[in-house]
């Protein structure tokens, strides 16, 4: 979850990404940013995020991101 975390603070260093919950829904993260955040999960943890995945609800908290990590990796 730290990795995570820093993938994220380093896009917005402004956001509390460990209570924030809405990152989708008010527009916090944009299409740049989930490319970009796309780019380095699958780079620091060697699990490809597939188009299906990329959903409002897999982004909405660093949680929800982790979570789907967590079942991308348990997949391989």
Known sequence: MEELLEIL???HPEVDFETCDTLIDD???DSFDIVSII?????RFDVTVTADKITP???NSAE???TLIQELEDED
Do not use: G, P, R, V
């Not at 780019?39 to 780079?43: H, K, L, T, V």
């Open 39 to 43: 780019a380095e999960i699958n780079d």
């Open 57 to 59: 609800q897999n982004f």
């Open 64 to 66: 929800a991101l982790y």
């Open 27 to 29: 527009k916090i993260l």
């Open 9 to 11: 603070s380093d896009l």
